[in-house]
């Protein structure tokens, strides 16, 4: 059963007055960063409590480093903890990814695709599992390069998802973006993805900086192709629920709610699609 269900929509500060045109939107629960709202208060803390009795939260977290060679900053994941709990969040996801060493690099480093990283990373999943006593969702990453690899991208991920229990959060402009950096199929990729470990799904739009690479920026309406690959997924797993992430070049408002309204177009028509017994099982 996932943690929720329909369309959802990063919460970004910049949305803290657009409540009234979130709640009679298609926008059916929200994501935030835990990292930007902790510690906070005042107003901002106010307000955040009026979006949460109205929305189910998810969180999707920058800093865990989960891959990263220093000791897991079990203090941050405790706040988390205690944040899931006063705000009854629904999931809690990170990337499969470090960007931490001495300090924190501001960028999602590559893991390197190898048996020995999957038993590392599987072993601090099941610790921050342990501390938040619910499941973490691991998120497929976009990537550039591929160090000391041993692994195919899908291998380790898989290994890792296997190994640690834990759930997947389904990053479906990844798989596109991946696909063109890396050269290979993305249909392939998708489907050979565990779909009872799916908790939700991001998409979003890239920088096409050539046809042979594409940059995840997030900045960007989604493009037809990752459109497309949504599709496929709604397809062969069933509909589940997706979230529009916009972090740069924001529009206003009500374009940015025509692609969740496209979302659930594509829900609506998946989903009828199910009860007729025409999805792919």
């Known amino acids: 059963m996932y943690p929720v269900s329909g369309t959802g929509l990063g919460l970004r500060r910049d949305f803290m007055k657009e409540f009234d045109a979130l709640k009679s939107s298609n926008v059916d629960f929200m994501e935030v960063a835990p990292e930007n709202w902790l510690p906070f208060g005042g107003n901002l803390e106010q307000v955040f409590g009026e979006y949460a009795e109205h929305f189910p939260f998810v969180i999707h ?16 994941v405790k706040d988390v903890a205690k944040f899931i709990k006063r705000y009854n969040i629904r999931c809690y996801s990170e990337h499969l990814s ?5 300090g924190h690099m501001y960028d999602l480093m590559p893991i390197p695709f190898t048996e020995e990283a999957v038993h590392y990373v599987a072993d601090r999943i099941k610790q921050v599992q342990d501390i938040i006593g619910q499941r973490l969702a691991m998120e497929n990453v976009s990537y550039y390069a591929a160090p000391g690899q041993e692994m195919s991208e899908l291998e380790f991920f898989r290994a890792v998802l296997e190994e640690a229990d834990c759930d997947m959060l ?5 798989i596109y973006v991946n696909s063109i950096n890396h050269r290979y199929d993305p249909e392939e990729f998708l489907l050979a993805l565990p779909k009872d470990r799916i908790a939700y799904a991001h998409i979003a739009g890239h920088y096409d900086e050539a046809d042979d690479l594409k940059v995840d920026t997030h900045g960007d309406n989604v493009k037809p192709d990752v459109w497309a690959l949504l ?4 397809q062969h797993f069933g509909v589940f629920p997706t979230l529009l992430e916009r972090d740069f070049n924001i529009p206003p408002m009500a374009e940015l709610l025509l692609e969740v309204d496209h979302i659930k177009k594509l829900q609506d028509k998946y989903s009828s699609d199910l009860t007729t017994g025409s999805a792919i099982a």
């Open 61 to 76: 977290g920058l800093s865990l480093s989960i891959g990263g060679p220093s000791p897991l900053d079990t203090a941050f």
């Open 98 to 102: 470090y960007c931490s060493d001495d």
């Open 231 to 234: 599709e496929t997924a709604y």
């Open 170 to 174: 389904l990053d479906i402009n990844n």
